[in-house]
Nanobody, 118 residues
Framework: VQLQAFGGGLVQAGGSLRISCEPS????????MGWYRQAPGSQRELVAT???????NYADSLKDRFTISRDVAKNTMYLQMDSLKPEDTAVYYC?????????????WGQGTQVTVSS
């Protein structure tokens, strides 16, 4: 399984950005998918997840500004980020949790850089 994240870039504080993740397998084959981020010198942290049933979970500190979604027809997961802050600067990774014969396995994308300038 491969996941390709794209759409990152440089944005000013207060701006918005939408990043995308395209898996090599159909989205409905995964138990869940999610976004994580890692800032320089920090551990990777959860941003948001969405499971196969559509249930969504956010990091408490981000749920008012970030929105996770998916388009099954386009086989793409998105993260809409609004009111961005410099502290949102990080590499954003998408992850898929396997199901069926790949239950218990996590698959990571290569990450996309988001930089928020002050």
């Amino acid at each position: 399984v491969q996941l390709q994240a794209f759409g990152g870039g440089l944005v000013q504080a207060g701006g918005s950005l939408r990043i995308s993740c395209e898996p090599s397998e159909r989205i409905f084959k995964f138990a869940s998918m999610g976004w994580y981020r890692q800032a320089p010198g920090s551990q990777r942290e959860l941003v948001a997840t969405i499971n196969s049933g559509g249930a969504i979970n956010y990091a408490d500190s981000l749920k008012d500004r970030f929105t996770i979604s998916r388009d099954v027809a386009k086989n793409t997961m998105y993260l809409q980020m609004d009111s961005l802050k410099p502290e949102d600067t990080a590499v954003y990774y998408c992850k898929a949790e396997g199901s069926g014969c790949t239950t218990g396995r996590g698959f990571w994308g290569q990450g996309t850089q988001v930089t928020v300038s002050s």
